[in-house]
């Protein structure tokens, strides 16, 4: 190749080499994130989350509202399980008393598919995969147990343990935990009687068909302080181990704040505040000793 040609194309080069270097130092870069930041950190600052109301937490469960969860129906007291839990989650999240609004929302509704109108829902509700389909849920605040329930005066009202039960009548729903319990835990002499729907054995209960009935802890809070005066809560079942069926607060499906709500529940459960807050209200409250 001639020398000037060959001159000319290293020239060439040289030109298209400058042009690239000048092309990549003009180009947009990607930001650094700044040093103690990041976006979960932003996204659940105390008291600045992105809330339905500005500055404001508003907390939704259902009217009326039935102890022990709530004292005297009234959940903005901070009395009663639930509503001391929903306290102490709020401050969790950087909201004080005087920044939680409450409203009042059917049951059912809660976990329904739909936008909600609330920033969480505290109701009882347990954690399911097919509500979650329709609904967010926080880390559970409630570890849920079986109990009996009899009749106040009744032979079954007078047990204190397992054993106590094994010659009495007993009654659950079908395909439920309740019934696994009679039939794997208290083993009695006589088979269970069992019912396709816990209405039913309330029924049975009232009318003397069975001696005593075994429904999930807050089914029986709710039949023996609001449906059957005359019943009592005879005890509760330790969990048999596995995962234990757990309450949840519900959230909008896909909300911001899930995971922040999750984080504020998982802090009060290491630092014992929801043991605590269950001492308090369920365990001594309501009289249910675990039976063995």
């Known amino acids: 190749m001639h020398p000037a040609s060959r001159a000319l194309r290293r020239a060439a080069a040289a030109v298209t080499v400058a042009l690239l270097t000048t092309a990549v130092g003009c180009a947009p870069q990607p930001e650094e994130p700044a040093a103690g930041t990041s976006s979960a950190g932003n996204k659940c600052e105390k008291g600045k989350l992105a809330t339905r109301a500005s500055g404001k937490l508003t907390i939704a469960t259902d009217e009326p509202a039935y102890e022990p969860w709530f004292k005297d129906d009234d959940p903005a007291s901070g009395k009663g399980f639930e509503s001391a839990v929903a306290y102490a989650v709020a401050r969790q999240l950087g909201y004080g008393k005087d920044k939680v609004a409450w409203q009042s929302v059917p049951f059912n509704k809660a976990f329904a598919p739909g936008e909600k109108t609330f920033d969480f829902d505290i109701n009882q509700v347990s954690i399911s995969d097919e509500r979650k389909k329709a609904v967010d849920f926080s880390s559970g605040y409630y570890d849920v147990r079986q109990a009996v329930v009899a009749l106040k005066g009744s032979r079954a009202a007078k047990a204190k343990s397992i054993a106590d039960l094994k010659d009495v009548k007993l009654g659950a729903q079908v395909g439920t935990t309740s019934l696994d319990y009679i039939d794997d835990v208290v083993r009695p002499t006589r ?22 009935i075994v429904v999930d802890l807050p089914t029986a809070f709710y039949i023996a302080g609001a449906e059957i005066t005359d019943a009592t809560i005879v005890g509760q079942f330790e969990n048999q181990g596995g995962t234990p069926e757990q309450f949840g607060l519900v959230l909008d499906k896909g909300s911001a704040l899930t995971s922040c709500v999750s984080r504020a529940v998982d802090a009060l459960r290491e630092d014992g505040t929801l043991a605590r807050i269950e001492q308090q209200w369920l365990s001594d409250a309501v009289d249910a000793p675990v039976l063995k």
């Open 191 to 212: 088979a269970a009687a069992v019912f396709g729907k816990n209405d039913q054995a309330k029924s049975a209960l009232k009318n003397g068909q069975v001696d005593a």
